[in-house]
């Protein structure tokens, strides 16, 4: 383990500015994403879809980084493998390495180590594994899927690629901030708990957390600057100082939610690197600008540096 390799990798994906772009959609995903604009998911699509994304002019001045899927990272742009192509803009490759989940846990132990080798021989410098909490569920919920996500970071960390834990509490119910609070907290503290079991190093690792927030079906939903109160108090209280950078799931929010969001809680700030890593959020809107067509690329990627912009500001509690 390269001790060192590790905390330069995590300090690259939180830089002052930047956050990372989630584009690790499984091919049920992004069929589900492509049924919207009435397009067929297959490999070819995907890439043109994803390399109109990645070669967006100026988006490395607003992104650190790339979750890939597997299918992806293995294609190539413009001659270059994708992993080489995004380094060469100065953006770190990363890649998905959770494989679904089966009865509310979160698998893909099996075999990981393997399949860690190759992902960092074909350029990953960060990985991602996603673990869901659903509200009410979740006390049979929260030890296995932290378990899991302390045997995957320390697996990552000992082939010198970054972790990025993602513990998500779904928006999915009509529960309240309350609630949502008091859920995130015993799920992060249960994390940080196996992970120090694991002696996982804490400053080579990336936290994707949700931001606390309702239910997306409570009729009276929180405002931004609630949202920011209440999560900023959790994570002072469970996330320890030495995780460098907390990179926000959008999860079900709309792009100018998660954005508002955002902004409101670096306002308040907190004494780590305080980012995003979005997928919806960002991409949504050239997608619904793209739908599928050649010659509306360049205005979809005008609509995604836009929005990358926007996020970035929120990042820095401009917007």
Not at 63 to 84: F, N
Request: proline letters at 4%.
């Amino acid at each position: 383990m390269n001790i060192n390799e590790l905390k330069d990798i995590a300090k690259r994906l939180v830089a002052p500015r930047k956050g990372i772009l989630a584009a690790d959609e499984s091919s049920k995903t992004i069929q589900k994403r492509f049924d919207k604009i009435g397009l067929q998911s297959n490999p070819e699509t995907n890439l043109i879809y994803r390399k109109m994304l990645f070669t967006a002019p100026g988006i490395e001045e607003f992104i650190s980084g790339v979750i890939l899927y597997d299918e992806t990272i293995r294609q190539s742009i413009d001659g270059l493998p994708v992993p080489k192509y995004l380094a060469k803009r100065g953006i770190l490759p990363g890649i998905k390495v959770d494989q679904g989940i089966v009865d509310e846990v979160t698998t893909g132990l099996d075999g990981l180590n393997e399949r860690l080798t190759e992902y960092r021989n074909l350029g990953a410098k960060f990985a991602k594994w996603r673990a869901v909490i659903v509200v009410g569920q979740e006390d049979a919920l929260i030890e296995k899927n932290a378990e899991n996500l302390a045997k995957y970071a320390s697996l990552c960390q000992e082939q010198d690629i970054v972790p990025i834990v993602e513990p998500e509490v779904l928006m999915d119910g009509d529960h309240d901030l309350e609630k949502c609070k008091e859920v995130t907290s015993k799920t992060l503290k249960m994390v940080f708990a196996k992970l120090a079991a694991s002696r996982v190093v804490l400053e080579g690792v990336i936290l994707k957390p949700n931001m606390v927030i309702s239910g997306k079906e409570l009729v009276a939903q929180a405002s931004a600057e609630e949202i920011a109160q209440a999560t900023i108090e959790v994570f002072k209280t469970v996330v320890p100082e030495q995780v460098p950078g907390i990179v926000f799931l959008s999860g079900g929010q709309t792009p100018d939610e998660a954005t508002e969001n955002l902004a409101a809680i670096n306002k308040i700030g907190g004494p780590w690197q305080l980012s995003f890593s979005y997928g919806r959020a960002l991409q949504d809107e050239a997608l619904k600008t793209w739908i599928g067509k050649e010659e509306n690329i360049e205005a979809a990627q005008k609509a995604f540096f836009e929005r990358s912009r926007k996020v970035s500001l929120a990042r820095q509690g401009k917007l």
